[in-house]
């Protein structure tokens, strides 16, 4: 595969669904994926990207910005809360805020700076023990506490059961936020995009369909 196929199925996927050409945008999932597969895509002219661990995108990604204006980069994986401040300083969006002890030091420390990246709420949509995310019944009151913090919160992120048909779990995230008022849906990834497409993501995060398999085991951090 890679980024002009994977692209081409994003338009094709967008037109399917009677969506607008670009209504999608697609983060390519870079992490552990070795430097030259990411300078090659950003070679092709994609500028999305979305890591998952804070201390490997903080040792590339200072660099590859200045080389490659215009990057938007996005933290898709867990996030600690005494590597915020990294964060913060690091990413343009964070996709998974779970929880309100992370919510309430995001919120200092944008007061801190007069500026936050755009927030996406995780949600646990299989209510896996093992899973991040907040779980769906906790939502609307976790969005509300978000927005008391004054959090710029754009959406919702979601990573349904592997063993489970993901479409249920992205209409269900859908529904959330539609009640919720949020526009942003970060659902579907290379194995199940075009299904979120179908069912109203605007933000993709696909990985191993654009790089290859991921070579290395997820480091901690
Ligand atoms: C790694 C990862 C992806 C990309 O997964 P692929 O299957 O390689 O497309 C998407 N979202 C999250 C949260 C991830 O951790």
Same mark, same amino acid.
């Given at each position: ?8 199925? @994003?338009?094709? #996927?967008? &037109? ?8 999608? /945008?697609?983060?390519?999932? %870079? ?47 867990? @996030? =600690?809360?005494?590597? #915020?401040?990294? *964060? ?7 996709? /998974?805020?779970? &929880? ?6 995001? #919120? &200092? ?6 500026? %936050?990246?755009? @927030?996406?709420? =995780?949600?646990? /949509?299989? *209510?896996? !023990? ?7 019944? =906790?939502?609307?009151?976790?969005? *509300? ?6 959090? !710029? ?9 592997? *063993? ?21 849906? %970060?659902?579907?990834? %290379? ?10 993501? /605007? ?16 480091? #901690?951090?």
């Amino acid at each position: 595969m890679g980024l002009v196929e994977i692209t081409a199925r @994003l338009r094709a #996927a967008e &037109r399917a669904a009677g969506r607008a050409e670009g209504a999608v /945008t697609l983060i390519a999932v %870079s992490k552990i994926q070795p430097a030259e597969r990411v300078l090659a895509v950003l070679d092709q002219g994609q500028r999305v990207f979305g890591e998952n661990y804070v201390q490997e995108a903080a040792g590339k990604w200072p660099a590859w910005r200045q080389a490659y204006p215009g990057v938007d980069l996005h933290m898709i994986g867990p @996030l =600690q809360t005494n590597k #915020a401040k990294v *964060a913060v300083e690091l990413f343009d969006a964070i996709h /998974t805020v779970d &929880r309100p002890s992370l919510a309430e030091k995001l #919120a &200092r420390l944008a007061q801190g700076r007069g500026t %936050s990246p755009q @927030l996406f709420v =995780q949600v646990n /949509t299989g *209510a896996e !023990p093992q899973k991040a995310g907040v779980l769906p019944e =906790q939502l609307d009151d976790f969005v *509300a506490a978000c927005r008391m913090m004054d959090l !710029p919160v754009a959406g919702l992120m979601c990573i349904p059961p592997e *063993a489970e048909a993901p479409g249920p779990h992205f209409a269900l995230l859908r529904d959330m936020a539609g009640r919720n008022g949020l526009a942003g849906l %970060s659902m579907g990834m %290379s194995a199940d995009f075009e299904a979120a497409v179908a069912a109203g993501a /605007t933000h993709i995060r696909v990985g191993s369909a654009i790089f290859g398999d991921r070579v290395k085991p997820p480091a #901690a951090g």
